[in-house]
Protein backbone atom coordinates (compact mmCIF):
# COMPACT_ATOMS: atom_id res chain seq x y z
CA UNK A 1 0.00 0.00 0.00
CA UNK A 2 1.11 3.25 -0.80
CA UNK A 3 0.44 5.96 1.99
CA UNK A 4 0.93 9.28 -0.40
CA UNK A 5 -0.81 12.07 -0.26
CA UNK A 6 -1.90 15.02 1.39
CA UNK A 7 -4.58 14.76 4.33
CA UNK A 8 -6.54 17.46 6.68
CA UNK A 9 -7.36 16.50 10.06
CA UNK A 10 -11.15 16.20 10.53
CA UNK A 11 -11.91 15.62 13.79
CA UNK A 12 -9.31 15.05 17.16
CA UNK A 13 -10.19 13.77 20.49
CA UNK A 14 -8.08 14.02 24.15
CA UNK A 15 -6.30 16.85 22.62
CA UNK A 16 -5.84 19.26 25.57
CA UNK A 17 -5.14 16.32 28.04
CA UNK A 18 -2.33 14.42 26.04
CA UNK A 19 -1.14 17.79 25.06
CA UNK A 20 -0.61 19.01 28.90
CA UNK A 21 0.52 15.59 29.40
CA UNK A 22 3.53 15.82 27.13
CA UNK A 23 4.41 19.51 29.18
CA UNK A 24 3.08 21.79 25.75
CA UNK A 25 2.60 25.22 27.38
CA UNK A 26 -0.76 26.40 27.68
CA UNK A 27 -1.04 29.08 25.54
CA UNK A 28 0.46 26.65 22.60
CA UNK A 29 -2.38 23.84 23.79
CA UNK A 30 -4.93 26.80 22.91
CA UNK A 31 -3.69 28.14 19.48
CA UNK A 32 -3.54 25.08 18.44
CA UNK A 33 -6.65 23.36 18.99
CA UNK A 34 -9.21 24.34 16.26
CA UNK A 35 -6.43 24.09 13.70
CA UNK A 36 -7.29 21.74 11.22
CA UNK A 37 -3.35 20.50 10.15
CA UNK A 38 -2.53 18.99 7.11
CA UNK A 39 0.04 16.56 6.50
CA UNK A 40 1.93 15.48 3.37
CA UNK A 41 2.88 11.84 3.12
CA UNK A 42 5.88 11.08 0.34
CA UNK A 43 6.98 7.38 0.17
CA UNK A 44 9.53 5.81 -1.38
CA UNK A 45 9.28 2.00 -0.80
CA UNK A 46 10.40 2.06 2.90
CA UNK A 47 11.48 5.72 3.18
CA UNK A 48 8.52 8.07 4.54
CA UNK A 49 8.88 12.18 4.81
CA UNK A 50 5.63 13.78 7.09
CA UNK A 51 5.55 17.63 6.38
CA UNK A 52 3.37 18.29 8.90
CA UNK A 53 1.54 21.93 8.91
CA UNK A 54 -0.65 23.01 11.72
CA UNK A 55 -0.89 27.37 11.22
CA UNK A 56 2.40 28.63 11.21
CA UNK A 57 4.24 25.23 12.34
CA UNK A 58 5.73 23.40 10.13
CA UNK A 59 7.45 19.66 11.59
CA UNK A 60 9.15 17.75 8.74
CA UNK A 61 10.44 13.85 9.47
CA UNK A 62 11.56 11.14 7.72
CA UNK A 63 12.70 7.88 8.14
CA UNK A 64 13.15 4.52 7.14
CA UNK A 65 11.08 1.68 8.49
CA UNK A 66 12.60 -0.49 10.67
CA UNK A 67 15.91 1.75 11.02
CA UNK A 68 16.48 4.24 14.05
CA UNK A 69 15.84 7.60 13.41
CA UNK A 70 15.59 11.23 14.80
CA UNK A 71 12.22 13.17 14.82
CA UNK A 72 11.26 16.58 15.98
CA UNK A 73 8.10 15.44 18.48
CA UNK A 74 5.20 18.19 18.53
CA UNK A 75 7.13 19.42 21.30
CA UNK A 76 10.20 21.12 19.46
CA UNK A 77 12.16 18.04 21.31
CA UNK A 78 14.25 15.99 18.69
CA UNK A 79 13.82 12.09 19.12
CA UNK A 80 15.42 8.90 18.06
CA UNK A 81 12.71 6.22 17.60
CA UNK A 82 12.16 3.16 15.02
CA UNK A 83 9.20 2.91 13.27
CA UNK A 84 7.76 -0.59 12.42
CA UNK A 85 4.76 -1.45 9.69
CA UNK A 86 2.53 -3.68 11.47
CA UNK A 87 0.14 -5.51 8.50
CA UNK A 88 -0.06 -3.57 5.00
CA UNK A 89 -1.49 0.06 6.65
CA UNK A 90 -0.12 0.80 10.11
CA UNK A 91 3.16 2.72 10.78
CA UNK A 92 3.41 2.68 14.34
CA UNK A 93 6.40 3.54 17.01
CA UNK A 94 7.09 4.30 20.64
CA UNK A 95 9.31 7.00 22.07
CA UNK A 96 9.53 8.59 25.31
CA UNK A 97 6.44 6.21 27.33
CA UNK A 98 4.28 7.27 24.26
CA UNK A 99 2.96 4.83 21.80
CA UNK A 100 1.91 5.90 18.25
CA UNK A 101 0.12 4.26 15.72
CA UNK A 102 -1.24 5.55 11.99
CA UNK A 103 -3.88 3.88 10.38
CA UNK A 104 -4.57 4.22 6.76
CA UNK A 105 -7.97 2.95 5.39
CA UNK A 106 -9.08 4.27 1.75
CA UNK A 107 -8.84 8.06 1.81
CA UNK A 108 -8.50 8.10 6.20
CA UNK A 109 -5.85 8.26 8.42
CA UNK A 110 -6.55 7.48 11.96
CA UNK A 111 -3.35 8.06 14.15
CA UNK A 112 -3.42 7.27 17.82
CA UNK A 113 -0.99 8.40 20.71
CA UNK A 114 -0.75 6.80 23.88
CA UNK A 115 0.36 7.83 26.96
CA UNK A 116 -0.64 6.00 29.95
CA UNK A 117 -4.65 6.20 30.08
CA UNK A 118 -4.54 9.25 27.56
CA UNK A 119 -5.54 8.85 24.12
CA UNK A 120 -5.44 11.33 21.58
CA UNK A 121 -7.25 10.45 18.41
CA UNK A 122 -7.14 12.49 15.44
CA UNK A 123 -8.53 11.57 12.57
CA UNK A 124 -7.56 12.69 8.67
CA UNK A 125 -8.93 12.85 5.45
CA UNK A 126 -7.22 12.75 2.10
CA UNK A 127 -7.30 16.37 0.03
Do not use: W
Not at 25 to 47: A, L, T, Y
Not at 58 to 68: H, S
Not at 94 to 118: C, L, R
Request: proline share 1%; aromatic share 8%; with cysteine.
Amino acid sequence: MNFSGKYQVQTQENYEAFMKAVGMPDDIIQKGKDVKGVSEIVQNGKHFKFIITAGSKVIQNEFTLGEECEMEFMTGEKIKTVVQLEGDNKLVTTFKGIKSVTEFSGDTVTSTMTKGDIVFKRVSKRI
